[in-house]
Structure formats: structure tokens, C-alpha cells
């Protein structure tokens, strides 16, 4: 047999698949020490060990057999997989909304390569209807792959370019935009397309996936169909990020574009808004608001674009016995902007004062934030926050850490007048400051707790 047939495989585990002429693509029974397994073997990443064979289950999922464990195996059948979805022409359909898709990349427009083991930007806006072809019966939907880029390599140049692409589209009529982004830096794209992209009169929607496109557990489609319902049916017309809710598949929210954070690494339901509520809540079968006050959709093609950006504002979270140097480096770099982010009610320590004041004479824009994210800055309660306040910083209320950011970017990019850069951040666009957190919009759980794990028991995580 060939060694073309066995993608990846070498040494111990090599040799295992030779003795008993199975080959990667082969559908197999296995005898092992655990047990009797059935799947098809897949291919290894070259940067894998020479342990294991992987097949896939019939429930979908890929195991790994340790080659010591394994007394026979029996090629039952062959039929190579195709990973790649073909493309396929959206069908019209009238009385449908009109809504475009674009894509960026990440993991809702991904597949695994089995060359590396990686999950890597593969499918275009056009495969994703061939594998989410329930689309179809919700919109009209066109599509355009403006990047092909994880989350993590979005930023500027993308931000404005998205910007730029929607005030366009808008003006065409589409009723709905879907944007199609990786999880990790989604929040961040959410708030600068909030400040680029405002007085909208159709929904802008961000969507991604936790788990990619192949794995039995993804939420690629059921984000993408409800992303798409959002887009084409909702009357909030803001930016908005939808993501699963519980992390079982009853149903999606439709987060404010300022007001989200991706919370957990993993969880399908890692998107949460923080110091208030979620916009909506979200099914295949209706949309159900949260919040009373929102952006009305409107009839009109008005849109005010403002992509601007600029590249050198940056965040300085800090730490106990932060070394003045740190700032120092920052402005010296030429760095003319910086979001604080403090411990508490917004403080840090006295050894920074020196470097604050030196960082204000040359005119760096300085804003605080808090590490805890939820709540408000309070720099009038204590003698540290009074004295930053004197030697420049400005508290931002509510303003998440990355928001400001962002806002701060954003500002920066059109001026650079320090009363004008003042007033633009305390000035609410889109709730990036509001002016108090409702009584629920504070809820984190800890688990062992009797009343909580009654609860969990009741409802779901």
C-alpha cells in the first residue's frame, strides 16, 4: 500500500494501518483493549505523534486510539471525504427581505485542515448557503467575501472598510446586513462599526461560531439563521451582535454593539452584555425584544459613514507596583491616547503619578476604565482618584475597557483638540455610557451555592 493513503501518519501508527491495509479514508471496525470501535480514519496533522489513529464516530465526533490498545482492524469500506462545500446560487424568492452577507473569515466560514490539525478560513459567504441551505427560506440573500481573516488580525484598515462597504449597501436598499466574524475580536469590531456606522434604518448584524463548521456541537448554522432573521426582519436598527443564549440551542440574543463581551474561551453561549440587557431575544420562529428603547428601523436609505481611526491609542491595564517606565514607553512611542484600565473604582498607584503628569504636559489624551467591568468609574471617592483626575486622566463611566478604545481610536482619527476629545467620549452614541445599570444587569453566579445550584437544576447554565 502507498504511503500516499496513510495523510500523516508515521512511525508506531503507520505501521499499525500497513498490517492490517486499512487506509485514511477507510470506514473500519477496531478491536481494542477498551473495546470495539467503528468510524472512518482520518488523517493526522504532520505535527502530531505517531501514537495514535483518529476515526470519526458515527455520532460525528473524532477519538484518538492508542496503537498499544489496538488487537485487530478491518477496512469494512472507502470513500474519501470532500471538506470543501460547493458554492451554490442563492435562489430568489419574492416577498423575502433583501439581506448581504459579508465575510471576514473565522469560525463560522472555516474547516479543519487536516494537514496542521487547524481550523482554518476556507468556506466563502457562497459555501456557507450550500451548508446552511435553511437560509433560503429566510431572506434573499447576497454575498461578498471582503476578507478572509481570523478575528485577531481585524482591525483598523478592516474596521473602515467594513464601514465604508455597509453606508454603500445601505444605499442600494438592502434591508439587512450580516457580517460574518471570529468570536475573539468580535466585540471589538461591534463597537467601532457602532461609531462608524450611525443613524442606521436597517439592522447591522455580527455574527460568528465557537465551534467550526464540522463538529457535530457547532453553532455556525443556527447563529447564521438567526443572524439572518435579525437582519431581515428585526425593527432594531442598530449594531448588534448575535450569539446563542444558553448554551443549548433554544435560542439566540442580540447583543448592543457597545455593551457585549465575549466571556468565556469555549462556552457556545460566550457573548454576554455587560451593565445592562441584552437587546433580544432570538429563535428561528420570532424575535422577542428586551430592552424598549432602541434605533427604529426606518424606510429611508440615510446613513451617516464616519471611518476614521487612528493607530496610536492603546490600553494600559494595570498591575500592583506598576513601574512609571511603562507610561513613559507608551508616550515616548508616541502614543497619543491611552484607556487606563484600574483596579476598583478606577485607581492606580501613586508611583505612576509622575509619568501621568508628564504624559498630560504632551498632550496625551487619558482616560480610566475598570478591571471589575461591571460598574461605574468613581475617581471623587478617594484622595487617588481626586488626584488623577487633577493631573489628567478623565473617568468614562460605564465605558467597557475595549470599547473606550475603540471610541477613543475613533476620535482621535478626526481630532486631536482636547476639549473636543473630551466631550466626543462623554458623550453617549450608543450606550457606551449610560447613565445607570438596571438592577439586573448585574448577574454573576457562582456555582456550590445552594439557591444556584437549585436553579441550574430548574432552568440551564
Excluded at 443549548?248 to 468565556?264: A, I, P, Q
Excluded at 452584555?273 to 428603547?293: F, H, Q, V, Y
Excluded at 460605564?398 to 467620549?425: H, R
Amino acid at each position: 500500500m502507498d504511503n500516499d493513503i496513510f495523510q500523516g501518519y508515521k512511525g508506531a501508527a503507520l505501521e499499525v494501518l500497513k498490517k492490517y491495509q486499512v487506509r485514511v479514508w477507510g470506514t473500519t471496525k477496531v478491536d481494542t483493549t477498551r473495546g470495539g470501535f467503528e468510524g472512518t480514519v482520518l488523517p493526522r496533522s504532520e505535527n502530531d505523534d505517531d501514537q495514535h489513529i483518529v476515526i470519526k464516530i458515527i455520532t460525528g465526533y473524532n477519538i484518538g486510539l492508542d496503537v498499544n490498545t489496538i488487537l485487530g482492524m478491518v477496512e469494512t469500506g472507502y470513500k474519501k471525504a470532500n471538506y470543501k462545500i460547493p458554492e451554490k446560487q442563492f435562489p430568489y424568492t419574492k416577498g423575502l427581505p433583501k439581506v448581504k452577507l459579508f465575510g471576514t473569515g473565522g469560525t463560522i466560514a472555516s474547516r479543519l485542515d487536516y494537514r496542521t490539525g487547524a481550523v482554518i478560513p476556507a468556506f466563502s459567504p457562497g459555501e456557507l448557503y450550500g451548508a446552511v441551505p435553511e437560509l433560503a427560506d429566510i431572506c434573499n440573500l447576497e454575498t461578498e467575501k471582503i476578507f478572509a481573516v481570523f478575528s485577531e488580525n481585524m482591525g483598523p484598515t478592516q474596521y473602515k472598510a467594513l464601514a465604508i462597504a455597509i453606508g454603500k449597501e445601505i444605499e442600494k436598499g438592502v434591508d439587512g446586513i450580516v457580517i460574518g466574524h471570529g468570536t475573539d475580536t468580535l466585540h471589538h469590531t461591534g463597537a467601532a462599526l457602532s461609531f462608524m456606522c450611525q443613524n442606521l434604518p436597517v439592522p447591522v448584524v455580527l455574527v460568528g461560531s465557537q465551534r467550526s463548521s464540522d463538529r457535530p456541537s457547532s453553532d455556525a448554522a443556527l447563529n447564521l439563521m438567526h443572524a439572518m432573521k435579525a437582519a431581515g426582519e428585526s425593527d432594531i436598527a442598530e449594531v448588534m451582535i448575535c450569539m446563542f443564549g444558553p448554551t443549548s440551542d433554544e435560542y439566540g440574543l442580540l447583543h448592543k454593539g457597545t455593551r457585549v463581551r465575549k466571556m468565556h474561551s469555549s462556552y457556545r453561549s460566550t457573548f454576554r452584555t455587560i451593565g445592562d440587557t441584552p437587546l433580544a431575544m432570538i429563535s428561528r420562529k420570532e424575535i422577542n425584544p428586551i430592552k424598549k428603547i432602541y434605533n427604529k428601523r426606518r424606510p429611508d436609505k440615510n446613513v451617516t459613514i464616519l471611518p476614521y481611526f487612528s493607530d496610536k491609542v492603546t490600553m494600559l491595564y494595570y498591575y500592583p507596583a506598576m513601574s512609571p517606565d511603562v507610561l513613559d514607553a507608551m508616550v515616548d512611542k508616541g502614543y497619543k491616547g491611552i484607556i487606563f484600565v484600574g483596579t476598583g473604582l478606577g485607581h492606580v498607584n501613586k508611583e505612576l503619578y509622575p509619568a501621568i503628569e508628564r504624559a498630560h504636559a504632551k498632550g496625551v489624551h487619558m482616560f480610566m476604565t475598570l478591571q471589575t467591568l461591571w460598574g461605574f468609574v468613581h475617581m471623587f471617592v478617594y484622595d487617588t482618584g481626586r488626584d488623577m483626575m487633577a493631573k489628567g486622566i478623565v473617568p468614562a463611566g460605564n465605558m467597557l475597557p475595549e470599547v473606550a478604545w475603540v471610541k477613543l481610536s475613533w476620535i482621535l482619527g478626526q481630532t486631536d483638540d482636547p476639549e473636543k476629545v473630551k466631550e466626543m467620549m462623554l458623550t453617549p452614541i450608543n450606550d457606551e455610557i449610560t447613565s445607570r445599570e438596571p438592577y439586573n444587569g448585574y448577574l454573576v453566579y457562582q456555582g456550590g451555592v445552594p439557591e444556584v445550584e437549585e436553579f441550574i437544576k430548574r432552568v440551564h447554565k
